[in-house]
């Protein structure tokens, strides 16, 4: 049984995890981060990247058979490295995202997504 | 009289412990500075939210609320751990209930006027403190909600109106969040957004927004500027009947020998009348009604 906090803790024991933000998608609000550099601006990057998810939910569901679409996790990999985003539903509101950048080289794609599946279901019973 | 911001600012650099009363409107609660729980008239409680969402009964809160309040304040277990030790719900989703009450509360408390703030040092909430906002980060994120609402559609009309979705949309496809149509099915043209929260269980806040992007996209009914709408009166049958129409044929003015043209006596016809806009729908209801008509000859 996992607290927000606790499951920030386990998202950064990912091998290869530089920093990690949960973020409340219905508002784009940072709940909590962990591992990231003071010089981040975390309110805007929470925005931004629930912003992303959105916008590719709104892309995705046009091209969808049948209209609808679920997100699962979303992968996105720059020169500096693997950012993972993991919509996790929540019983009350929209759901929360767990985003992760990964680090290119020392990080296993694979291994980061299994983590983060098994994570959510101890996070929220449904 | 000080703002709500600014009274909680100050009680956060105080450090202080207890609630901060404003009337009717609601409570927040402090512990050492920081925001704990906040409660607010105008969005679902924690209560509504486990019930509507978790099927908690509320019987089962009451229990853990008055075992938590028999015992001394700040002891162990407080009555968010009973919850999770009945196994409710994990400390994870009461975490998560618990920030989005707050956060959803505060939205409200804050903008509520009309009251008077009162501080009760050393009142605690049966729930114990489950999460923590410093209160600057709290007052960023409600301008920031404020900020977002008035991004999505600018005008604040339809957030106490009952939620009224049109029978007919103009659009050939319309693409929904899932809390977009969790509303349009509650939506039952009596219920406010504030109403619908609470039987959807679901943040007032974020139901507002689903509001007014289904209101941006032109999917609800709007109400027409009017004198009931200028007093905020609410709508009433009477105010949504047509205006007597006008007269529609030209007159001819006496003496005149010329006949004005067609439509210069009428400006104000095309704002009764349907507009003929060559939707095909109604050219297919046209043409199923005459159909209709010629098999009951």
Request: neutral net charge; aromatic residues 4%.
């Amino acid at each position: 049984m996992l607290g927000i906090e606790d499951c920030l803790t386990e998202v950064m024991a990912i091998p290869g995890a530089l920093d990690a933000i949960l973020i409340d998608q219905t508002s784009g609000t940072a709940v909590a981060t962990g591992g990231v550099s003071r010089h981040a601006d975390v309110e805007r990057s929470a925005a931004g990247l629930s912003e992303t998810l959105r916008a590719t939910l709104d892309g995705l569901v046009l091209t969808s058979p049948g209209g609808t679409v679920r997100i699962n996790d979303m992968i996105i990999t720059t020169d500096g490295g693997h950012h993972l985003l993991r919509p996790l539903e929540t019983p009350f509101d929209g759901p929360l995202v767990v985003y992760v950048r990964l680090d290119l080289e020392r990080s296993n794609l694979a291994l980061a997504r299994h983590r983060l599946q098994a994570l959510s279901g101890r996070l929220m019973s449904t | 009289m000080p703002s709500v911001g600014n009274i909680l600012s100050g009680l956060a650099g105080d450090h202080a412990t207890g609630s901060l009363r404003l009337g009717k409107a609601g409570v927040i609660y402090l512990t050492d500075g920081r925001v704990t729980y906040a409660e607010s008239a105008a969005a679902p409680r924690l209560e509504d939210l486990l019930a509507a969402r978790r099927g908690i009964s509320a019987h089962a809160v009451r229990q853990a609320r008055q075992a938590a309040s028999r015992q001394q304040p700040g002891s162990r277990p407080s009555g968010g751990e009973r919850l999770v030790a009945q196994g409710l719900l994990t400390r994870g989703e009461l975490e998560f209930c618990v920030l989005s009450t707050v956060l959803d509360a505060a939205y409200f408390l804050l903008r509520a006027t009309g009251h008077r703030p009162r501080f009760r040092r050393g009142e605690r909430h049966w729930l114990g403190p489950q999460w923590y906002f410093d209160a600057t980060g709290l007052l960023r994120e409600c301008e920031r909600r404020r900020a977002q609402l008035e991004q999505t559609w600018p005008s604040a009309e339809l957030d106490t109106l009952p939620v009224v979705p049109l029978a007919r949309i103009g659009a050939q496809r319309v693409v929904l969040s899932s809390l977009q149509w969790e509303v349009l099915v509650g939506a039952d043209s009596t219920a406010t957004p504030a109403e619908l929260a609470r039987k959807l269980g679901r943040p007032a806040y974020s139901v507002l927004l689903a509001v007014r992007q289904l209101a941006s996209s032109g999917l609800l009914r709007v109400p027409e500027p009017g004198p009931a709408e200028v007093l905020g009166a609410p709508e009433t049958p009477e105010a949504l009947e047509a205006p007597a129409p006008p007269d529609p044929l030209p007159r001819r003015t006496r003496g005149a020998t010329e006949i004005p043209a067609a439509g210069t006596g009428s400006s104000e016809t095309r704002e009764w009348l349907p507009r003929a806009n060559g939707d095909p729908s109604d050219v297919n209801l046209l043409i199923r009604l005459r159909n209709a008509l010629e098999a009951m000859t």
